[in-house]
């Protein structure tokens, strides 16, 4: 059972503020991959994974450009 404090602490979550945390992560991640090569892309129902030649492996969440189906693109 959840109490009245956890869930006030879940309910304070901005998700513009978790995109955009997302988004600058995902931005070092590229930036990280300059001068890599690209061996494997796979694009799975969440989340999409790069593989580079030297065996890393780089994953890439689905939320980060999804939105809501009440908006209007």
């Known amino acids: 059972m959840e109490n009245n404090e956890t869930r006030s602490r879940v309910s304070d979550i901005d998700p513009d503020a978790l995109r ?17 090569t690209v061996a ?7 989340r999409i ?12 969440y689905g939320f980060m450009g999804a939105h809501s189906p009440n908006e209007i693109n």
Do not use: R
């Not at 955009?20 to 890599?36: C, N, P, R």
């Not at 494997?40 to 969440?46: A, H, N, R």
């Not at 994974?49 to 890439?60: L, P, Q, S, V």
């Open 20 to 36: 955009q945390a997302e988004f600058l992560q995902t931005q070092m991640i590229l930036d990280s991959l300059v001068g890599k």
């Open 40 to 46: 494997v892309c796979t694009v799975e129902d969440t």
């Open 49 to 60: 994974t790069i593989t580079t030649t030297d065996g890393d492996a780089f994953y890439f």
